[in-house]
């Protein structure tokens, strides 16, 4: 079965897809990784920007990429709300935070999934779009177009936010914020004001990354589930904030994976992505570029 | 012996006392199951229950059973092994009813089984796969089509092989369905010294299948059978589509859970095409029995209020059909015995508005009757195109045809 | 002197409900109460075993559902080689639980917090994996299974199950409760307020949470082990599910963490709320009950029910210098 051209088509699959999960991941490495919040209902915040974007495609026609564009502003309010609320609630009384506030966007997530159903149903639900559906021809390989798209979305995306994060100056708050939030606050800086913007931007990013997942594959209300493990895998492997490790990361787990598919028993690939992670964790747990 | 004289003489009262439109004084007949109504299979559930509620409301509307109202009682489990067992015992021993349904499924319908054969209890089967082999219980009859264990692969391997197909290249998901599907698969394959020349199990939540579709093409074969569950389905489609399978591939499909729900086949459109894959039932004109039109005019209005699948021809009608049967049978044993019921079920031939239905020993259909169909000319978004005979031309069983193969499979795509 | 006299309230108190979940398997001749009740008393076993690294350490684990599955398929593995009686099972179970509970701890409790967390899913789904590619018991196409014929003195296999899990989840509720009153309790808590200072105080905190950890996976597959027999059919996708792993974080954190009763009454509520709502309303509505009562009690009763109960409940100060 083994061939250099199955392992290099394996590759190349593998780091589009990888690319794709540095997407849907960015916000919560943004979240998780720089504000420390246990955000469980990433996922489900995911699949809820999914099926907005479909709503959109599905009644005006729009491209999945102008509507997840669209409903970044709405999901920016969204994230803003959603930090003010565990902040004060949580972050504000101490101690066990983490632990509650897990609990918290599960029961969040729990009930974005019912709302999904109550007004979508238990279908699954896809986009159309021109680049839905054909391939591109490379020699002997033929790539699917969607890839591709997510493929470039993904970089774009990581990248402007990477840029975004070190060279402005509201970039270079969050990532003060996390290092040292008294300091900044000694410098006259509002650390829970920061915090929130930083939480709406890694929100609105789901808008793009929610057009993405639906382009890229059908989505159905529960779907969150599967990518609570993917995406806290790539930011913890990536090591916590870092925009550039999640990227990294996210391919490291898309190739390993794609490997798998095609030159091993498909039904191991799971298992390899993660027992990766654990050793990543076993071996340098702050991540392979750890800040 | 004494108890069923006191039903029927209590039937006699109601009949003489008060009509058959005033059965509000008797106590009604209780129905019991449990439905996937949340969870992966609440698609199927949901549609499956509308197919039994528009059964339960047309017998009502001609009387009831023995005079007596019909009732539904419905629990959901969603779509997990682990709730059904309670919810049995309390259809059972708090509920009292005295018929029980199973739940759409093999998972959720595995745990009730060795419970009804202690009991004692009439189960009618609602689209389980090879659920009694093990339990061997003598009261289990299946609504489903699919007839023997092997009947499946061997319908689909017998198009294979007409086709000149010679090898086969297996994919399957890593779940129930698609597992003893794959088993049944490589068993047939053996026999008949057709080769298995790439063998695949690819995990739930698969997200990209461009890299298997890829490893499968390095295998070059000419038939391949995949057996998978409504997510991947779509994806393992579109990779094929993008892909490409090569012109020596002389049929695709058989086993593809998903693309006989209407919002999967609008979604994937002309993707369809060419796919030969089973089927329950189907608009084509070989299809119709008596009450099968009506069923589908009442379904359809239904449907849009209840959110469930627009068409649903996979699963609908069998709910239906399951209720029919039913009722024949208490009307011709003109009681609720369980064991005269299941006597009854066992002996007959039935007449629903599926086709006819008769059981071998193991509660299973006696021949199959599960369809394997091609996809043709089907565009994209578009439900409607579905209501239409030649969209999904019947190739088997026999009985049944509408139209032959077309092979190969890049032929038939276009 | 008062711990004394709480112990004989306590011990007399287990005696009690033993002998009357005894008496009602006599007695009771109706089976659902026992389906139902089984399921409740698998999750006080859960929702206690889960709180004593999750409540008292405050290390959450997400894995309840691999510690869970392995007892399923522990208890599976055994009594398809061997045919083992229901109680070796649950030993058995109990020990690779125990066992597995110390490969975790070693390889992740020097992380902090959050990523022990993280790698009890990449855990849950490693094995959940190896047990789908595991033919012996079924694989990913699941097993049934016939049960051997019930001992004297029940006359159904489900009420023996029930009084089974009801002296499971009393164990695990002594346990918890001897934790929490040992010098292994307070040295949990003192970490959990703060494990830095605990460190530097001299509390062996690496040792602590390896116990805990091991206790609390040992508990956890053992009350999982009868589930094999309760459903009398196992697949990995059922025993496996997430919703072990939610449900017995979400009863312990609504019960209250800070002592063993909050867990036992936060399954009672949750469970049967559950059970009732799987016969009532029977929808969607059923998950959007546990999302709403998650977020209503974390954010509006952070110290569970035994916070509301008693306004004032301290917790027990641990790790005093």
């Known amino acids: 079965m083994f061939s250099i051209d199955l392992l290099l088509g394996a590759v190349v699959l593998g780091v589009l897809l990888g690319c794709f999960y540095a997407a849907v991941s960015v916000g919560l490495s943004v979240s998780f990784g720089l504000l420390d919040v246990p955000h469980v209902a990433h996922p489900a915040f995911l699949v809820l920007a999914s099926y907005g974007v479909y709503q959109l495609n599905e009644s005006y026609d729009i491209d999945p990429l102008l509507a997840g564009l669209a409903i970044t502003p709405l999901f920016f309010l969204f994230g803003l709300l959603a930090y003010r609320t565990y902040h004060e609630t949580f972050e504000k009384r101490g101690s066990d935070a983490a632990v509650r506030g897990i609990a918290f966007f599960f029961g969040i997530a729990f009930i974005i999934e019912v709302l999904i159903i109550l007004q979508f149903g238990v279908d699954q639900r896809s986009v159309t779009a021109t680049y839905i559906g054909k391939s591109w021809r490379f020699g002997e390989m033929r790539i699917p177009i969607r890839q591709l798209v997510a493929f470039a979305v993904a970089l774009t995306l990581t990248a402007l936010l990477a840029v975004y994060l070190s060279k402005t100056f509201m970039g270079r708050a969050i990532r003060a914020v996390a290092q040292d939030e008294e300091a900044l606050r000694l410098m006259g800086a509002n650390p829970v004001r920061i915090k929130q913007y930083a939480f709406g931007i890694a929100t609105a990013v789901l808008g793009i990354a929610g057009a993405l997942l639906i382009i890229v594959a059908p989505v159905e209300p529960t779907l969150d589930r599967a990518y609570i493990g993917r995406t806290f895998c790539v930011v913890v492997m990536a090591g916590l904030g870092s925009i550039s490790g999640t990227l990294i990361a996210a391919i490291i787990l898309g190739v390993a994976e794609s490997i798998v598919l095609t030159l091993f028993g498909a039904s191991w690939a799971p298992a390899i992505s993660f027992a990766m992670l654990l050793g990543v964790l076993a071996v340098r747990p702050q991540g392979l570029l750890g800040r | 012996m004494k108890r069923r004289t006191f039903l029927g003489g209590a039937m006699a009262v109601a009949v003489v006392g008060h009509g058959s439109s005033a059965f509000a004084q008797q106590p009604p007949i209780k129905i019991g199951m449990s439905m996937p109504q949340t969870g992966g299979l609440a698609g199927g559930g949901k549609a499956s229950l509308l197919g039994i509620e528009i059964w339960r409301d047309d017998v009502n509307a001609k009387g009831g059973l023995l005079g007596r109202k019909v009732e539904l009682v419905v629990y959901d489990d969603k779509s997990s092994a682990s709730e059904t067992p309670a919810i049995y015992a309390k259809l059972v021993d708090v509920d009292k009813v005295d018929l029980l349904f199973a739940p759409y499924a093999t998972v959720p319908t595995a745990p009730i089984m060795p419970f009804v054969k202690q009991r004692g209890l009439l189960l009618m089967g609602n689209f389980s796969f090879q659920v009694n082999s093990k339990v061997g219980h003598d009261m289990w009859f299946n609504n489903a089509p699919w007839g023997p264990a092997d009947s499946w692969a061997a319908s689909f391997l017998d198009l294979a092989q007409k086709a000149g197909g010679k090898n086969m290249a297996l994919l399957t998901a890593d779940q129930e369905f698609a597992q003893n599907l794959a088993l049944t698969a490589r068993d047939v394959a053996k026999k008949r010294n057709i080769p298995v020349v790439f063998d695949q199990v690819y995990p739930p939540n698969t997200v990209e299948f461009s890299s298997i579709i890829r490893a499968l093409n390095a295998a070059k074969p000419d038939i391949v059978y995949v057996a998978s569950y409504p997510p991947d389905s779509a994806g393992i489609l579109r990779a094929v589509n993008e892909i490409g399978v090569g012109d020596n591939v002389k049929i695709f499909g058989g086993g593809m859970v998903g693309l006989q729900f209407a919002a999967v086949m609008s979604n994937l459109g002309s993707l369809l095409n060419g796919v030969v894959n089973y089927n329950t039932w189907l608009p084509e004109k070989s299809m119709y029995f008596e009450g099968t039109k009506e069923f589908f005019d009442k379904y359809t209005k239904r449907a849009i209020e209840a959110k469930v699948d627009p068409l649903g021809y996979y699963l609908a009608p069998f709910g239906y059909a399951m209720g029919q049967m039913i009722e024949a049978a208490v009307n011709s044993t003109k009681s609720l015995d369980q064991k005269g019921i299941a006597k009854y079920l066992r002996e007959n031939e039935h007449k629903t508005i599926v086709g006819p239905i008769a059981f071998a020993a193991d509660g299973e259909r006696k021949e199959t009757a599960t369809l394997q169909a091609q996809f043709r000319g089907v565009k994209d978004k578009d439900i409607e195109q579905f209501r239409s005979p030649g969209k999904q031309v019947i190739l088997f069983p026999e009985k049944l045809k509408t139209g032959e193969l077309i092979s190969p499979f890049e032929a038939a795509r276009k | ?321």
């Open chain 3, 1 to 321: 002197m008062t711990g004394h006299r709480n112990s004989i309230i306590f011990w007399g108190g287990v005696a009690v409900f033993l002998v009357a979940v005894l008496t009602m398997t006599q007695i009771v001749r109706n089976e659902y109460p026992f389906f139902a009740g089984y399921v409740i008393l698998q999750f006080i076993a859960l929702a206690v075993a889960w709180s004593i690294l999750g409540g008292y350490a405050g290390y959450v684990n997400f894995g309840t559902n691999a510690f869970f599955g392995v007892g399923v398929y522990t208890a599976v593995a055994l009594f398809k080689a061997t045919g083992a009686p229901l109680v070796v099972q649950i030993a058995a179970a109990a020990v690779v639980g125990m066992t597995l509970g110390f490969g975790v701890g070693l390889l992740t409790l020097r992380m902090r917090g959050i990523f022990f967390s993280i790698a009890t899913i990449a855990l849950a789904i490693i094995i959940e994996t190896f047990v789908m590619n595991w033919r012996f018991v079924g694989g990913a196409a699941g097993i049934q299974i016939q049960r051997p014929p019930v001992m004297a003195p029940f006359d159904s296999y489900v009420k023996m199950l029930f009084f089974v899990q009801a002296i499971l989840a009393v164990t695990a509720i002594s346990i918890a409760r001897y934790i929490q009153n040992s010098k292994v309790g307070r040295g949990l808590q003192a970490l959990r307020d703060d494990e830095l200072a605990a460190e530097c105080t001299g509390v062996p905190t690496l040792k602590l949470k390896l116990i805990a950890c091991m206790i609390s996976g040992a508990l956890i597959s053992a009350a999982g082990a009868p589930a094999a027999m309760y459903l009398q059919y196992a697949d990995p996708f059922s025993a496996f599910n997430l919703t072990y792993s939610v449900s017995a974080l979400a009863m312990a954190l609504i019960g209250g963490t800070a002592h063993w009763i909050g867990p036992v009454l936060g399954a009672i509520l949750l469970g049967s709320t559950q059970q009732f709502l799987a016969v009532t309303i029977s929808s969607e509505v059923n998950v959007l009950v546990l999302g709403i009562m998650l977020v209503l009690f974390v954010v509006g009763a952070p110290k569970g029910i035994i916070g509301l109960l008693r306004p004032r409940y301290r917790l027990r100060a641990g790790g005093k210098p």
